[in-house]
């Protein structure tokens, strides 16, 4: 088929189920447009999902909350399973009482596991960051690149893989707003982290 007509679709690329939508946008030449209209067909599903605490005993898990122990200021970088290697995932974390330190929420490739007092720049060349207090996004150690939104305590901050691109990208999100910062080319295998 070589035409919309030919597929009966009247105004909306939607109508064409998701298969064919795939294949379809799988030939876009540009990932921003193709990531635009994958976005629409994405759903969000919860996933399970496990915490990864650093050693030295620095944080307390209740719930899905992470907090310091009573007196401590000590880096502390969570990483959790699975490890992400298809599909579409997205991960979100809102930070609380975080006005001294700076805070970073990202991917990491699946060997990356923090110990006490190590920041997600102590790996930084396997991350993908999205940096607090000035929205930089860091990739490389010591490189960060600007033009996201500054990030602050109590937005909610998600970060979404697409994996099924020949190209997988990892974009940012603010309260909902996509970021217009994003990275290609990550790793076939990953993990969120805090």
Request: aromatic content about 12%; some cysteine.
């Amino acid at each position: 088929m070589t035409s919309l007509e030919e597929y009966n679709v009247e105004k909306s690329l939607i109508g064409l189920g998701p298969d064919v939508l795939m294949d379809l946008l799988n030939e876009i030449e540009y990932i921003e447009d193709a990531h635009q209209y994958k976005s629409m067909e994405n759903k969000k599903y919860p996933v399970d999902s496990t915490a990864i605490l650093p050693t030295g005993g620095d944080l307390n898990q209740q719930g899905l909350t992470f907090a310091h122990t009573k007196g401590n200021i000590n880096a502390s970088t969570v990483v959790f399973d699975p490890i992400i290697s298809d599909d579409f995932y997205y991960f979100e974390g809102v930070f609380h009482n975080h006005w001294v330190r700076y805070f970073d929420i990202g991917i990491t490739e699946p060997s990356v596991l923090y110990g006490q007092n190590e920041g997600p720049q102590r790996y930084g060349e396997n991350t993908v960051r999205y940096c607090s207090g000035n929205g930089q996004i860091g990739h490389i150690f010591r490189y960060e690149i600007s033009g996201n939104e500054a990030l602050t305590n109590e937005q909610r901050i998600g970060v979404e893989v697409d994996m099924t691109a020949t190209t997988r990208t990892v974009h940012f999100f603010v309260n909902d707003v996509e970021q217009p910062v994003f990275v290609i080319g990550i790793p076939d295998k990953i993990r969120f982290f805090v």
